[in-house]
């Protein structure tokens, strides 16, 4: 039982590149969310997930995108990477309304620098 | 939407000593309110939680309270020891069967003196 798996860990992109976060979790949650964290700005929430095919926005959506194809997988994009979006980037998961389950189980983050 | 702030954003106290967290949120119909623990380079990790049903909550040397009316929510960590020292997140959700988004607060970085 690994939890939740980020993706890669580290990345160096270019500004204008474009590049997928991975997310998987293999405890059969629900729900799943992608956050970033810049120093004093805490965790925001970029796009979460409340079941398979399905997407909603967060806090700061723009300049992302995200897909749920498979339950055990939520992917995060950048279509165009910018500096601004240099970040630490956290997956987290979920069980739902049968489960009872309010902890989120967060992966160990990947760290994105765009140049 | 609903937001979290959070307040100090550093603290320092010396081991042994107490330390206290607070948080304020805007919407009125937030009902859950977890507290996470990040350590240096690892990832948050929930170490306790309250509901808004409940006023205070305990576990060993730490504790939430919450105050609906004034709409604020502290951690309260007593006898600190080295290992506490970490970045403490409060977040606050909605939801009536269960909670879809957490708004986190800023954080605050605990530094506990040997």
């Known amino acids: 039982n690994a939890g939740v798996t980020q993706t890669p860990k580290f990345r160096v992109l270019k500004t204008g590149q474009s590049m997928t976060l991975l997310c998987a979790q293999d405890?059969?949650?629900?729900?799943m969310y992608w956050y970033r964290q810049d120093p004093g700005m805490g965790l925001r929430l970029i796009h979460y997930?409340?079941?398979?095919?399905?997407?909603a926005k967060g806090e700061v959506p723009d300049g992302y995108n995200v897909s749920r194809l498979k339950k055990q997988n939520f992917l995060l994009g950048l279509e165009s990477a910018a500096p601004s979006q240099t970040s630490v980037y956290f997956c987290a998961s979920r069980g739902g309304v049968r489960t009872g389950a309010n902890v989120l189980t967060f992966g160990a983050g990947s760290r994105l620098t765009v140049l | 939407g609903e937001n979290v702030e959070q307040h100090p954003s550093t603290l320092s106290v010396q081991e042994g000593d107490s330390a206290v967290i607070k948080c304020t949120y805007s919407?009125?119909?937030?009902?859950?309110f977890p507290w996470y623990k990040q350590e240096l380079g690892k990832r948050p990790q929930l170490i306790i939680d309250i509901r808004s049903n409940v006023g205070e909550k305990k576990d060993q040397r730490i504790a939430v309270t919450l105050n609906k009316t004034a709409k604020h929510f502290s951690l309260h960590i007593t006898e600190t020891q080295p290992e506490d020292s970490a970045v403490y997140f409060c977040?606050?959700?909605?939801?009536?069967?269960?909670?879809?988004?957490?708004?986190f607060g800023s954080g605050t970085k605990l530094n506990v003196k040997p």
């Open positions: 977040a606050a959700t909605t939801g009536r069967y269960n909670f879809n988004k957490f708004y």
């Open positions: 405890m059969n949650h629900e729900y």
């Open positions: 919407d009125s119909a937030s009902n859950y």
């Open positions: 997930s409340v079941g398979e095919g399905t997407t």
